[in-house]
């Protein structure tokens, strides 16, 4: 259990999956694990492992690995769902990792300011950039010459965190895509 593993086993938090069965984090049905969370400033560790069938019951694009771009959107989903749900306001002391670069959340955090407003329930645009702070991004992926200067411009630095992916993601391709970033 959370209390066991927090509480006895001295854990500072766990690893959940952005989304299961098309509910996202953030959605009312997990406002009991966040609050025992929230009451121990627990660090919650997200990452997704599945993506929502299609209507012709396939996830994803046919013949396209959903970790290439929805797991990005899924990530994507779960942390605008925490914002617009409000459970980044309700449980204050919650540090949430979003994984690959907080996905496409930096490159349309614009996007979410201009058009916020529509969405149900609606988001402020003047507290967007306040949402994104409260997020901590993993490096797992969007080391690029374009990703990485986005998430750069986007986040304080401070919130971004190494991340690989390694075991699922092999160790040459971890190197492959670290190395140049480095150089």
Known sequence: SVRHGLDELGAIGVSTRTSVNGVFLGDESHDRLLQELNERSAVIST??????AGKDGDAGLPGMPPFVCDFLLDTTRAAINLIRNGTL????????????????LPYMA????LFGGRI????????????LHRFYFDTAGPMSPSATPTLLATVDPDRILFGTDWPPTPAHVITDSVTPALD
């Not at 990452?47 to 929502?52: C, D, L, R, S, T």
């Open 110 to 113: 614009t996007r979410l300011e």
């Open 89 to 104: 306001d309700r449980y204050p002391n919650l540090s949430f990792v979003l994984p690959h670069g907080g996905g496409f």
């Open 47 to 52: 990452h997704p492992m599945e993506v929502q």
């Open 120 to 131: 149900d329930p609606p988001i402020e645009a003047a507290r967007v950039r306040d949402y």
